[in-house]
Antibody
Framework: QLVQSGAEMKKPGASVKVSCKASGYTFTSYIISWVRQAPGQGPEWMGWISAYSGNTENVQKFQGRVTMTTDTSTSTAYMELRSLRADDTAVYYC???????????WGQGTLVTVSS | DIQMTQSPSSLSASIGDRVTITCQASQDISNFLNWYQQKPGKAPKLLIYDASNLETGVPSRFSGSGSGTDFTFTISSLQPEDNATYYCQQYDGVLTFGGGTKVEIK
């Protein structure tokens, strides 16, 4: 099970950090991906982090603005997005998988609203 | 980047109908193709992985086929709870989703 932090409302230029707490499985055995979905749009993969090694892979459009981390002591993954813009308004999901190619289990989503 | 073209974008069918959705990749992706179901206000749910493998616990009326660039997702007998949007997703180091197919029950 993946449980995410609550909804956030941010102003343009601010940062947001979303958490994703895992339970019911060995956290370090899985890869955590972050996927966002803007209102009325399809999912957009942002990148993944290996809970075992801490290695990350991010989509180029987010490089420099996103940081993915994990805390193995609490089985929690984090995604921080900086320099927020209005078009970053979306539901942000974490999803886990035994491999990086598919997303087996999903969190409930965190709505991030960016508005002045 | 590999582009995924999914069709149709929406369809309406009756209970018991056979429903087919297609997904075409802009390059050969072997069988790195997954299918998800998303209901309003909920996270996507993995149904089919590696083009044709049914995820554990998913009803057998869902199936997938294809390899290379052309893939098909089928619901053999549409049920009321299948009212949802379906997405294909490819993997070539980067995960890319198709545009989605909204399935409505007549």
């Amino acid at each position: 099970q993946l449980v995410q932090s609550g909804a956030e409302m941010k102003k343009p230029g601010a940062s947001v950090k979303v958490s994703c707490k895992a339970s019911g499985y060995t956290f370090t055995s899985y890869i955590i991906s972050w996927v966002r979905q803007a209102p009325g749009q399809g999912p957009e993969w942002m990148g993944w982090i290996s809970a075992y090694s801490g290695n990350t892979e991010n989509v180029q459009k987010f490089q420099g603005r996103v940081t993915m981390t994990t805390d193995t002591s609490t089985s929690t993954a984090y995604m921080e997005l900086r320099s927020l813009r209005a078009d970053d308004t979306a539901v942000y999901y974490c999803a886990s998988g035994a491999s990086s190619s598919k997303l087996d289990h999903w969190g409930q989503g965190t709505l991030v609203t960016v508005s002045s | 980047d590999i582009q995924m073209t999914q069709s149709p974008s929406s369809l309406s069918a009756s209970i018991g109908d056979r429903v087919t959705i297609t997904c075409q990749a802009s390059q050969d992706i072997s069988n790195f193709l997954n299918w998800y179901q998303q209901k309003p206000g909920k996270a996507p749910k993995l149904l089919i992985y590696d083009a044709s493998n049914l995820e554990t616990g998913v009803p057998s009326r869902f199936s997938g086929s294809g390899s290379g660039t052309d893939f098909t997702f089928t619901i053999s007998s549409l049920q009321p709870e299948d009212n949802a949007t379906y997405y294909c997703q490819q993997y070539d180091g980067v995960l890319t989703f198709g545009g989605g197919t909204k399935v409505e029950i007549k």
